[in-house]
């Protein structure tokens, strides 16, 4: 990760601009004393860099939340920053902040909040969730140009590496997104897509709340399916398979399809090392044969006015359950411009979104971003709304 080292910390008023960054204003950990946030915007993106002021010395990098792709926008904000604090840098791996030449179309890489604001219009739409390499990606846009691929991948490397495949194939049918996949099923219309592709997805043999298959996400897949869509599921992992097995076995009706060591079209980069290994491969595919009713995204996420900070004091590393999700206040900040900020975990209890909320005494809000509109979040934006204004 894109990370400077500078002798001191000598903050600046702000707002203020360097180039083409603005920076907006710095929030400061009430706990923490040496962590402070400082917002910044570049290219209509907004997010935060992450001062960690310690004894020894003073780092300077990306807060993980808000980070954006490509990354070339965090090196470039870094450096600003640095200059604009006059900084002396000790140790930096910020080399190149400038495009790679393959990056410097990205309009193929949408945003979810992009999603949120219109949904791409098109006969047929086939999802992939955590494509990797993006080998059988590219692989299915380029011999399909008439079907547009959606790709959602949480890793931002593979992320990158994708859209400069794009651009170098001239791909015109291939939307790529970071984001968890579990929550960006929610903001897909009913009945449009006609394959979801789950390959080889992270087994989390320890940690099984993390995995992509659950019955929450096979009845999203089975909701943006049209009749006859197909899930796709192949893994190697005969762990994941049997658990897999168990979670669709276990819906109440669903047309299923077991293969076993199955070829396909395109070999991915992790079944060649699986099939050089003479590990099994499993394909488990739900065929879905239902209409659903159509997607409801209507809801608000403003906040009444108000900022009490004992109220907020106190709400601080707290857990409240709302009634089908939770929120949890991780981090309280304050703002050298008089607001208050937290850091918040919130949504469903499977696939909570992390997110900033600014309180200030005229206004408050999510920073950079408002969650995704799902009835789950609604709800618990609401009880947010009552906990920190009463
Ligand atoms: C084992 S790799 C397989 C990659 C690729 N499908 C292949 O066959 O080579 C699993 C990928 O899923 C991604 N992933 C895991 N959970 C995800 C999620 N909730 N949403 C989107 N991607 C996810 C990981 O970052 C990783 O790149």
Not at 33 to 49: C, G, M, N, R, W
Not at 156 to 185: C, H, M, T
Not at 276 to 295: A, F, G, Q
Not at 309 to 323: A, C, F, G, H, Y
């Amino acid at each position: 990760m894109p990370h400077i080292h500078i002798k001191s910390f000598n903050p600046v008023a702000l707002p203020a601009k360097k180039d083409n960054v603005d920076f907006l204003f710095m929030a400061s950990n009430v706990a923490h004393k040496d962590e402070h946030l400082v917002a910044t915007s570049i290219d209509d993106k907004e997010f935060f860099l992450l001062i960690k002021d310690t004894a020894e010395n003073v780092l300077l990098k990306s807060e993980k939340i808000s980070r954006p792709s490509p990354t070339y926008l965090v090196k470039q904000a870094l450096n600003k920053y640095a200059a604009l604090t006059n900084s002396e840098i000790l140790a930096s791996n910020v080399n190149d902040s400038s495009k790679n030449v393959h990056l410097q179309k990205d309009d193929s890489l949408w945003t979810i909040h992009d999603f949120v604001k219109g949904f791409p219009e098109a006969d047929d739409v086939r999802i992939e969730v955590g494509f990797g390499s993006g080998r059988h990606l590219l692989h299915q846009a380029k011999e399909n140009p008439e079907i547009l691929f959606i790709g959602i991948e949480i890793h931002k490397p593979s992320v990158e590496q994708a859209l400069k495949q794009i651009n170098i194939l001239g791909l015109k049918n291939l939307i790529l997104l970071d984001y968890d996949a579990r929550l960006f099923l929610e903001l897909v219309p009913s009945n449009i897509v006609s394959r979801v592709y789950v390959h080889f997805p992270v087994p989390w043999d320890k940690k099984p709340h993390r995995r992509v298959i659950s019955p929450a996400f096979i009845n999203e897949s089975t909701r943006v399916l049209a009749p006859q869509g197909r899930l796709e599921l192949r893994t190697d992992s005969e762990n994941y398979f049997t658990y897999s097995w168990e979670t669709f076995i276990s819906l109440n009706k669903a047309k299923l399809e077991v293969n076993k060591n199955q070829e396909i079209a395109i070999s991915s980069k992790y079944e060649d090392r699986w099939k050089k290994m003479e590990k099994n491969i499993y394909d488990i595919t739900l065929i879905n044969e239902e209409v659903s009713p159509e997607l409801n995204l209507e809801g608000s996420f403003l906040f009444k006015n108000g900022l009490d900070e004992e109220r907020l004091n106190k709400l601080n590393t707290t857990t409240q359950k709302v009634e089908g999700g939770f929120i949890h206040f991780e981090r309280l900040y304050k703002t050298d411009d008089e607001r208050m900020m937290f850091r918040v975990s919130m949504g469903s209890f499977e696939r909570p979104e992390h997110l900033y909320v600014i309180i200030g005494k005229e206004k408050s809000y999510y920073f950079p971003t408002q969650p995704v509109p799902s009835q789950v979040n609604f709800a618990v934006h609401k009880h947010l709304d009552k906990l920190l204004h009463g």
